[in-house]
């Protein structure tokens, strides 16, 4: 081992065409401009203490390179440089494309560590795609601002690489990945306890941003496995924004940290049926009122579900005592005052949110087209975020409507006349909303059916009959499209009184998504357990 002067700190692209190198992370200044895959930086101590053997051998090997080169023709692409980067380092997502396009065979050891290729998918797949502004509600396209200044081995970082893994882990290829993620996630629970109980690391928007990768992990993991989410990480980013309080929340992406935060208790408490009220006002109080989109007002009117499945639970339930009267009028008239603050939503959405009819899959054959479409019915959106803001209000008023079809159903004696009109009624607006909800389908899925969260170009998604898909749109559709669906789908699923093969239809597309993503047990069917109260017909 021999020491050669002070060595260069920059990436290696930029030292490789004796540039100047800015050492931004993820990704150096140099590289984006030119479209190269920035293969970031190496340890000091590596710098330091390198050994000559494998310079020299790289001077002998490259006269070879060139003679091969020129041989060959073949023109130099990015990504083939052999090195390989560290963890946590990002390309730019044109870089990804050109080297996943390339078609360029790199021996294995000379390709990215598991963990290096699972953030640059995670970041190329979910985080550099443009969306429309009034769906953010969530926190991953806050992302990048925050990882690009965290070190390797900080807490975002080690948190950014644990929710990689778990979602790359979806394909088949790359299966393993999720075999390597609990200990990333074991690092980034043991830093959290330190960052939570340090006054400057707790208030920091990198603390929160890891706290809500880290639900997002437990999220996925526990759809994956077929177990219930514990929420115990919601619970804590709720503590960590109330200890922030309003003086950390007043940037931009601080009140989009907090929106994130909502967002994931209220749906949390949706599909545990607890109650949310305290905590919305909590929550309301600290976020600014210059924040506000279509996604966020309906983040806020959707507490209120919360709050009724908390509040008719304990009654439909209760099989010592059967309710009363007066105790299924009170939660009727619950139900129609939830409803009620929900259908001032659509009313507030832009025409660019509302969908169009799309005829793409009419010319496939019959057999086809029905497993793939339900009912002929082809939508297509804005992107996918839209139509996961729109599903989820579909699921907000279909958990209402169980709510009210269970509750009519108990009434003993039998419903009077008004009460009849009223089952019809939510009955109809359910087959309607379950309608809607199977028309995203195709728009989220297209004709795929394995492969995991990666893009396969023998794919067809639908288009408006004006533009083709574009590359954004499919990558977002094959990453997130199955991962927006599987609620929206369970909560149709529990849906009485619908068309006959409906339901059926229905399981085959959760099924569908799971062969997908590697999710590993079907839920079951609800004819043969059916929960209460999110879904009418039986107490139990």
Same mark, same amino acid.
């Given at each position: *081992?021999?020491?050669?002067?002070?060595?260069?700190?920059? !990436?290696?692209?930029?030292?490789?065409?004796? =540039?100047? !190198?800015?050492e931004?992370?993820?990704?150096?200044?140099?590289?984006?401009?030119?479209?190269r895959?920035?293969?970031?930086?190496?340890?000091? #101590?590596?710098?330091?203490?390198?050994?000559?053997?494998?310079?020299?051998?790289r001077?002998a090997?490259?006269?070879?390179?060139?003679?091969?080169?020129?041989?060959?023709?073949?023109?130099?692409? /990015?990504?083939?440089s052999?090195?390989?980067?560290p963890k946590?380092?990002?390309?730019?997502?044109?870089?990804?494309?050109?080297?996943?396009?390339?078609?360029?065979?790199?021996?294995?050891?000379?390709?990215?560590?598991?963990e290096?290729?699972?953030?640059n998918?995670?970041?190329?797949?979910? =985080?550099?795609?443009?969306?429309?502004?009034?769906?953010?509600?969530?926190?991953?396209?806050?992302?990048?601002p925050?990882?690009?200044?965290?070190?390797?081995?900080? @807490?975002l970082?080690?948190?950014?690489t644990a929710?990689?893994?778990?979602?790359q882990?979806?394909?088949?290829?790359?299966?393993?990945?999720?075999? =390597?993620? $609990?200990?990333?996630?074991?690092?980034?629970?043991?830093?959290?306890?330190?960052?939570?109980?340090?006054?400057?690391?707790?208030?920091?928007?990198?603390?929160? *941003?890891? /706290?809500l990768?880290l639900? #997002?992990?437990?999220?996925?993991?526990?759809?994956?496995?077929?177990?219930?989410?514990?929420?115990?990480?919601?619970?804590?980013?709720v503590?960590?924004?109330?200890?922030?309080?309003?003086?950390n929340?007043k940037?931009e @992406?601080s009140?989009?940290?907090?929106?994130?935060?909502?967002?994931?208790?209220?749906?949390?408490? =949706?599909?545990?049926?607890?109650?949310?009220?305290?905590?919305?006002?909590?929550?309301?109080?600290?976020?600014?009122?210059?924040?506000?989109?279509?996604?966020?007002?309906?983040?806020?009117?959707?507490?209120?579900v919360?709050?009724?499945?908390?509040?008719?639970? $304990?009654?439909?339930?209760?099989?010592?005592?059967?309710?009363?009267?007066?105790?299924?009028?009170?939660?009727?008239?619950?139900?129609?005052?939830?409803?009620t603050?929900?259908?001032?939503?659509?009313?507030?959405?832009?025409?660019?949110?509302?969908?169009?009819?799309?005829?793409?899959?009419?010319?496939?054959?019959?057999?086809?087209?029905?497993?793939f479409?339900?009912?002929?019915? /082809?939508?297509?959106?804005?992107?996918?975020? /839209?139509?996961s803001?729109?599903n989820?209000?579909?699921?907000?008023?279909? *958990?209402?409507?169980?709510?009210a079809?269970?509750?009519?159903? *108990?009434?003993?004696p039998?419903?009077?006349?008004?009460?009849?009109?009223?089952?019809v009624?939510?009955?109809?607006?359910?087959?309607?909303?379950?309608?809607?909800? !199977?028309?995203?389908?195709? #728009?989220? @899925?297209?004709?795929?059916?394995?492969?995991?969260?990666?893009?396969?170009?023998?794919?067809?998604y639908?288009?408006?009959?004006?533009?083709k898909?574009?590359?954004?749109?499919?990558?977002?559709?094959?990453g997130?499209?199955?991962?927006? @669906?599987?609620?929206?789908?369970?909560?149709?699923a529990f849906?009485i009184?619908?068309?006959e093969?409906?339901?059926?239809?229905?399981?085959?597309?959760?099924?569908?998504?799971?062969?997908?993503?590697?999710?590993?047990?079907?839920i079951?069917?609800?004819?043969?357990?059916?929960?209460?109260?999110?879904?009418?017909?039986?107490?139990?």
């Open positions: *081992m021999v020491y050669g002067g002070k060595p260069s700190t920059g !990436c290696k692209n930029c030292r490789q065409r004796k =540039i100047k !190198c800015d931004r992370r993820p990704a150096c200044a140099q590289c984006i401009n030119t479209d895959l920035c293969p970031g930086y190496a340890h000091l #101590f590596d710098l330091v203490h390198r050994d000559e053997t494998e310079s020299v051998s001077k090997q490259r006269g070879k390179r060139r003679a091969l080169r020129a041989v060959t023709q073949a023109p130099k692409t /990015v990504g083939q052999g090195e390989q980067a946590g380092t990002i390309p730019p997502s044109s870089a990804i494309a050109t080297t996943a396009s390339s078609g360029l065979f790199l021996p294995k050891a000379f390709q990215d560590s598991p290096q290729q699972a953030v998918s995670f970041f190329s797949t979910y =985080i550099l795609i443009p969306r429309h502004p009034y769906s953010r509600r969530g926190y991953l396209d806050c992302l990048l925050l990882y690009q200044n965290t070190r390797h081995d900080s @807490l970082s080690l948190a950014t929710i990689s893994l778990a979602v882990g979806g394909s088949p290829r790359t299966r393993h990945y999720r075999d =390597i993620s $609990p200990s990333y996630f074991g690092k980034a629970l043991l830093k959290t306890s330190r960052a939570i109980r340090d006054p400057i690391e707790s208030v920091k928007d990198e603390t929160l *941003m890891a /706290v990768l639900s #997002f992990y437990e999220r996925v993991i526990a759809v994956a496995e077929a177990k219930n989410t514990s929420g115990v990480h919601d619970t804590g980013a503590a960590v924004v109330k200890h922030r309080g309003k003086e929340g940037s @992406l009140a989009r940290l907090l929106l994130a935060v909502q967002t994931q208790v209220v749906e949390h408490c =949706i599909q545990t049926s607890s109650p949310f009220g305290k905590t919305s006002a909590d929550l309301d109080s600290l976020r600014p009122n210059t924040f506000d989109n279509a996604a966020s007002r309906l983040t806020s009117l959707s507490a209120s919360s709050d009724l499945l908390a509040f008719a639970n $304990p009654i439909l339930r209760n099989r010592n005592e059967f309710p009363s009267r007066d105790q299924f009028t009170a939660i009727l008239d619950y139900c129609t005052k939830v409803e603050q929900l259908s001032t939503w659509p009313a507030s959405v832009i025409d660019a949110w509302w969908w169009k009819p799309s005829r793409t899959f009419d010319n496939l054959p019959s057999h086809e087209r029905s497993l479409a339900y009912n002929r019915r /082809v939508d297509v959106y804005h992107d996918i975020w /839209v139509a803001v729109w989820s209000y579909r699921s907000a008023v279909l *958990m209402i409507q169980y709510t079809l269970q509750t009519l159903g *108990m009434l003993n039998p419903p009077l006349s008004r009460e009849a009109t009223r089952i009624t939510a009955i109809n607006t359910v087959q309607g909303l379950v309608d809607d909800i !199977c028309g995203t389908v195709p #728009f989220n @899925l297209g004709t795929k059916t394995f492969g995991g969260p990666t893009d396969r170009k023998e794919v067809r639908p288009d408006d009959g004006i533009t898909p574009s590359d954004d749109y499919r990558r977002s559709a094959s997130l499209g199955g991962w927006f @669906l599987m609620e929206p789908l369970k909560t149709a849906a009184s619908l068309r093969g409906q339901q059926e239809w229905i399981l085959k597309q959760i099924e569908r998504i799971q062969r997908i993503y590697t999710i590993k047990k079907p079951e069917s609800p004819t043969r357990s059916m929960p209460s109260p999110s879904c009418p017909g039986g107490r139990g």
